[in-house]
């Protein structure tokens, strides 16, 4: 069993900041589970309970189809070098879609990441650590350039038709919007 603790520490924090990769699990009450990874520079830090990523386009968007009916979402996220840690942060998150209110308020945060759709604000509300002994240790040689080049390509209004055609119903046939 892992240590839990009710917020990040100054060590944890550096430690996701360090991160290449995570992962993001969401789940309604029923249906398919959703387990995503995340990666580029997409992950912010605001505090020891609250984190926010830039969601970018994909080939589903499962994850905001899943918090628009139950916003509960859990990270991971995995030492892959240096000392063996699985860190996951459980907690509740809100959708902040493309160019809303709020997307206008933490988008600065981030680098300008083509094919970005959304924001996502995770309040946490318990941190477990557990030991990453059993996970590879795997050298980062760098981030794929397709999703962006793609995304790019696409431009702001092929990127919006994209999310209409491919990005409103999820796996178990719910259905969410962009607006």
Same mark, same amino acid.
């Given at each position: 069993?892992?240590?839990?603790?009710?917020?990040?520490?100054? +060590? *944890?924090?550096?430690?996701?900041?360090?991160?290449?990769?995570?992962?993001?699990?969401?789940?309604?009450?029923?249906?398919?589970?959703?387990?995503?990874?995340?990666?580029?520079? &997409?992950?912010?830090?605001?505090?020891?309970?609250?984190?926010?990523?830039?969601?970018?386009?994909?080939?589903? /968007?499962?994850?905001?189809?899943?918090?628009? +009916?139950?916003?509960?979402?859990?990270?991971?996220?995995?030492?892959?070098?240096?000392?063996?840690?699985?860190?996951? *942060?459980?907690?509740?998150?809100?959708?902040?879609?493309?160019? &809303?209110?709020?997307?206008?308020?933490?988008?600065?945060?981030?680098?300008?990441?083509?094919?970005?759709?959304?924001?996502?604000?995770?309040?946490?509300?318990?941190?477990?650590? &557990?030991?990453?002994?059993?996970?590879?240790?795997?050298?980062?040689?760098? +981030?794929?350039?397709?999703?962006? !080049?793609?995304?790019? /390509?696409?431009?702001?209004?092929?990127?919006?038709?994209?999310?209409?055609?491919?990005?409103?119903?999820? *796996? !178990?046939?719910?259905?969410?919007?962009?607006?």
């Amino acid at each position: 069993m892992g240590r839990q603790l009710k917020g990040l520490t100054p +060590h *944890l924090i550096d430690f996701i900041n360090q991160q290449k990769l995570f992962f993001v699990a969401t789940a309604m009450e029923e249906g398919s589970v959703n387990l995503s990874p995340k990666g580029l520079d &997409s992950l912010r830090v605001i505090d020891e309970n609250r984190v926010i990523w830039l969601n970018l386009t994909g080939s589903g /968007n499962e994850t905001a189809v899943h918090l628009a +009916h139950k916003n509960r979402i859990t990270l991971m996220f995995c030492a892959f070098e240096g000392d063996p840690i699985i860190l996951r *942060l459980y907690g509740k998150a809100e959708i902040y879609p493309y160019k &809303s209110e709020p997307w206008k308020e933490y988008i600065d945060m981030f680098p300008n990441i083509a094919g970005g759709r959304q924001l996502v604000d995770v309040q946490v509300e318990k941190v477990q650590i &557990s030991c990453g002994m059993g996970v590879p240790i795997m050298e980062f040689k760098g +981030h794929r350039k397709e999703l962006v !080049d793609w995304a790019e /390509n696409q431009g702001e209004t092929g990127l919006k038709k994209y999310w209409q055609k491919k990005n409103t119903t999820s *796996l !178990d046939g719910h259905t969410t919007s962009f607006e």
